[in-house]
């Protein structure tokens, strides 16, 4: 079982809906959680971290955490073509301290 | 405040050879992790540099090797290059190992081993 698990879509919206993308990780020991945006030939950029279960909001973010179900998600609204992109989960183990990723989700947003 | 930089942008070194890639880290940030992507993956975990001490190593190879400096920029070497080493190599620099606010990637270095 992988440690960090994602659907690698590509996963297509409508311009203005809502792209749902889904994660889930091995470790229970993992204490932080991060969604990265990675446009095609760049490197990540981080776009939203958590590490309390709930819901986070930033703008047109959202990422949502339960520990219980070991279960990430992000939410983009209003998607815009600009997010089309591969959307890459990572989990941070404090014992280990470092970022282990999944193998990304690629989202294309139609106009 | 500046990003983290690395050089050089792009590689193309032969099988057999060895090459050393660059990375200055963020500044305030006195850690550096290394990581490699192949096409259509996830960045792998190969080691971080905290304080120009080794902290920590992914399932990678002797061959893969670093160094962290007093200024806390760092390098990459690898040894003997394979073909499969033909990647994208990223330096992310952090406040500290584990941050909870994640680690700030640079553009990258693109490897191609022939």
């Known amino acids: 079982q992988k440690e960090v698990e994602q659907n690698s879509g590509p996963l297509s919206v409508p311009e203005g809906a809502i792209a749902s993308l889904n994660c889930t990780y091995s470790?229970?020991?993992?204490?932080?959680f991060f969604w990265y945006r990675q446009y095609s030939g760049k490197s990540p950029e981080l776009i939203m971290f958590i590490y309390s279960n709930g819901d986070k909001e930033d703008g047109r973010f959202t990422a949502q955490l339960n520990k219980a179900s070991q279960y990430v998600s992000l939410l983009i609204r209003d998607s815009q073509p600009s997010d089309s992109a591969t959307y890459l989960c990572?989990?941070?183990?404090?014992?280990?301290?470092?970022?282990?990723f999944g193998s990304g989700t690629q989202l294309t947003v139609l106009p | 405040e500046t990003g983290v930089t690395q050089s050089p942008t792009h590689l193309i070194k032969t099988r057999g050879q060895q090459v050393t890639l660059r990375c200055s880290s963020q500044s305030g940030h006195n850690t550096v992790s290394w990581y490699q992507q192949a096409l259509g993956q996830g960045p792998q975990f190969i080691f971080q540099y905290y304080r120009e001490e080794e902290n920590g190593r992914g399932n990678f190879p002797p061959r893969f090797s670093g160094l962290q400096f007093p200024n806390y920029s760092s390098e990459l070497n690898v040894n003997a290059l394979e073909l499969d080493d033909s990647a994208l190599y990223l330096c992310?620099?952090?406040?500290?190992?584990?941050?909870?606010?994640?680690?700030?990637f640079g553009s990258g270095t693109r490897l191609t081993v022939v």
């Open positions: 992310a620099s952090s406040l500290e190992p584990g941050s909870v606010y994640g680690y700030t």
């Open positions: 990572a989990v941070m183990v404090s014992s280990a301290r470092q970022l282990t």
């Open positions: 470790d229970r020991g993992s204490q932080s």
